[in-house]
C-alpha cells in the first residue's frame, strides 16, 4: 500500500490507473468472460491514439502477448459523419444512414477478430450447446471518445438504418463445413444468440452492434446417416418379403401352366388312341382326316302318296 501512495506521487493518477489496469489484464487466466475480453481489447484500442489522432485512419491496436490470437483495429469517426456516409471497417460494412445512440461529437469504434482460440470463450458465456462455430468471432463495438486520456469510455449503441450492417466472413472463414450452408450467429450483450440464414456465401447482415460468426449443426449429418441407414435395412426387408412374394406367384404360375399343359396332351393322346384318324396330306402338310359319313334321311311318319 505504501508502495502504491510512493507511486501516486511522481505519476498522474490516470497513469496509476492504467498501470494497474495492465498490471491485471496480464493474467490470462482472469479474463473468462466476453464482456471482460471486450473492455480489455477497449483499453488497448483507446492506448493506440497519439495526442493527436487522424478521424477516419485504421489503427491497429497492439496487444500483449498473453491475448496473442485476437486482431483488432480501431478507427475514430465524427458521428454526424459517420451517419452521412457509412464507412468500411475491414468486414463491417456500415452503410448511409447508421445510427449512433447518444450520438456524442466524436465515436471509436473498435472491431474485433477473436481468432480460434479465443472465440471458443463464447461457449462457456452463451447457451451454444449443438453447433459448431466454422469462423472466427468478429465484433463490432462503439465507445464515447471525449479525449484518449479521459477515464470515460462508455460504449454507445451503433443500429443500422434502412440498409442493414453487412459482414463478410471470406476471409477469415477457412473450416471446411462439409457441403453444410452455415448459418449467422450473433451474440448480444444479454447472453442471446439469434441465428439466421446468410444473405449471400459468407455474407451476413445484423441491425446493431455485437459480436457475429458462422455456425453449424453437426448433428444434423449424422442424423441423416441413421435414418438412411435405417431405411436402407428397411427397405431390404420390405423388398425381399415382396421379392419372394412375387417369386411365390411366379413359381405357382409355371407350376399351374406345366399341369394345364400336361392334362391338355393327355387330353390329345387318349383321342387320338380312341379314335384312329386316317392321314391324308393336305397341300404339303400331313392332316389327320375322317371318313365322310352321311346319315341316311328317315320319314318321322309312315306317308305314301297317293296313287
Not at 427397405?235 to 407350376?255: D, E, T
Request: charged share 20%.
Amino acid at each position: 500500500m505504501g508502495c502504491l501512495i510512493s507511486v501516486s506521487i511522481f505519476l498522474p493518477f490516470n497513469a496509476v490507473i492504467l498501470l494497474l489496469q495492465l498490471s491485471w489484464y496480464a493474467n490470462a487466466q482472469a479474463i473468462d468472460s466476453a464482456r471482460l475480453l471486450d473492455y480489455v481489447v477497449r483499453d488497448y484500442a483507446f492506448q493506440s491514439y497519439t495526442a493527436r489522432p487522424k478521424t477516419g485512419f485504421l489503427y491497429n491496436v497492439r496487444l500483449p502477448a498473453n491475448l496473442s490470437g485476437i486482431g483488432a483495429d480501431t478507427v475514430r469517426f465524427r458521428c454526424g459523419s459517420l451517419r452521412r456516409y457509412g464507412a468500411q471497417v475491414k468486414e463491417f460494412r456500415l452503410a448511409m444512414g447508421v445510427t449512433i445512440d447518444p450520438c456524442v461529437e466524436r465515436v471509436v469504434v473498435v472491431r474485433q477478430n477473436l481468432g480460434t482460440n479465443w472465440s471458443s470463450i463464447y461457449y462457456s458465456n452463451y447457451n451454444f450447446s449443438g453447433y459448431q462455430l466454422v469462423s472466427p468471432i468478429l465484433g463490432l463495438l462503439a465507445y464515447n471518445f471525449a479525449d484518449f486520456n479521459t477515464s470515460n469510455r462508455s460504449e454507445i449503441g451503433i443500429f443500422a438504418g434502412k440498409r442493414p450492417i453487412t459482414i463478410d466472413f471470406s476471409k477469415v472463414a477457412r473450416i471446411d463445413t462439409r457441403g453444410l450452408r452455415p448459418l449467422c450467429a450473433s451474440f448480444d450483450s444479454q447472453g442471446k444468440v439469434s441465428l439466421s440464414n446468410q444473405v449471400s456465401s459468407n455474407v451476413c447482415v445484423a441491425s446493431q452492434h455485437g459480436h457475429f460468426g458462422l455456425v453449424v449443426v453437426p448433428s444434423f449429418p449424422q442424423m441423416r446417416r441413421k435414418v438412411s441407414r435405417w431405411k436402407v435395412v428397411v427397405g431390404s426387408l420390405v423388398g425381399g418379403a415382396l421379392g419372394a412374394f412375387l417369386l411365390s406367384l411366379l413359381i405357382i404360375a409355371m407350376v399351374v401352366k406345366a399341369k394345364k399343359k400336361s392334362r391338355m396332351a393327355e387330353m390329345e393322346r387318349r383321342a387320338y388312341e380312341e379314335e384312329a384318324l386316317q392321314i391324308s396330306m393336305v397341300g404339303h402338310v400331313r392332316a389327320p382326316t375322317a371318313a365322310v359319313t352321311r346319315t341316311q334321311p328317315t320319314l318321322e311318319h309312315e306317308y305314301s302318296p297317293p296313287s
